[in-house]
């Protein structure tokens, strides 16, 4: 089993390694999801939304994923987040998305803030890509389509007052798995 878990424990602290996040990093993922589509009309009428400009995600066998990200209520930035996942299952490579969670009302903003914060396995996100077909979700499945930022359309809604959209910045990675992800919030 450590063998196994040595491999996995080399992506996870390679994901690690990656540099914080720039502060327009933030901006600059939050652009991406304005120019989609479908993501777009959520900045309309959404009470506030949780940005993550990188997750890095690896795995055999186990995975894990980590991605430090903001939070904004009212488009005001009022938090620093983080999302860590643990899967297991089928599953081999790694990859790097992001990541922008839409809280729909007052309520849904105040349960994700309220500490520790969990997706079970059934949430789940939508993937932002060019190509048809490519999906993702909280419980393990992976987006591996191709990306083009200014052309993305997506279909998706609110489910238990959040909605989730990621893009896939790149690897590759096949999984079927099961997990959720689970997050924490520090206001600033």
Same mark, same amino acid.
């Given at each position: 089993?450590?063998?196994?878990?040595?491999?996995?424990?080399?992506?996870?602290?390679?994901?690690?390694?990656?540099?914080?996040?720039?502060?327009?990093?933030?901006?600059?993922?939050?652009?991406?999801?304005?120019?989609?589509?479908?993501?777009?009309?959520?900045?309309?009428?959404?009470?506030?939304?949780?940005?993550?400009?990188?997750?890095?995600?690896?795995?055999?066998?186990?995975?894990?994923?980590?991605?430090?990200?903001?939070?904004?209520?009212?488009?005001?930035?009022?938090?620093?987040?983080?999302?860590?996942?643990?899967?297991?299952?089928?599953?081999?490579?790694?990859?790097?998305?992001?990541?922008?969670?839409?809280?729909?009302?007052?309520?849904?903003?105040?349960?994700?803030?309220? /500490?520790?914060?969990?997706?079970?396995?059934?949430?789940?996100?939508?993937?932002?890509?060019?190509?048809?077909?490519?999906?993702?979700?909280?419980?393990?499945?992976?987006?591996?389509?191709?990306?083009?930022?200014?052309?993305?359309?997506?279909?998706?809604?609110?489910?238990?007052?959040?909605?989730?959209?990621?893009?896939?910045?790149? /690897?590759?990675?096949?999984?079927?798995?099961? /997990?959720?992800?689970?997050?924490?919030?520090?206001?600033?």
């Amino acid at each position: 089993m450590i063998k196994r878990l040595i491999p996995i424990l080399a992506l996870f602290s390679l994901a690690l390694a990656v540099s914080p996040a720039r502060a327009d990093e933030y901006q600059d993922t939050i652009n991406v999801f304005k120019k989609a589509v479908e993501s777009s009309r959520f900045f309309k009428t959404a009470y506030g939304y949780a940005v993550f400009p990188t997750i890095g995600k690896g795995g055999v066998g186990v995975g894990a994923a980590y991605g430090e990200g903001r939070v904004y209520e009212k488009g005001k930035y009022v938090g620093d987040t983080s999302m860590t996942q643990l899967t297991v299952g089928f599953q081999l490579g790694g990859q790097a998305y992001s990541q922008i969670i839409f809280f729909q009302n007052r309520n849904a903003f105040k349960e994700f803030t309220s /500490g520790n914060f969990e997706f079970g396995a059934e949430a789940s996100a939508v993937a932002i890509t060019a190509a048809a077909g490519a999906t993702a979700n909280t419980a393990g499945s992976s987006a591996g389509a191709s990306v083009n930022k200014h052309e993305a359309t997506v279909v998706g809604a609110y489910n238990k007052g959040l909605a989730t959209f990621t893009v896939a910045k790149g /690897g590759l990675m096949y999984e079927a798995t099961i /997990g959720g992800q689970k997050f924490t919030y520090k206001p600033r």
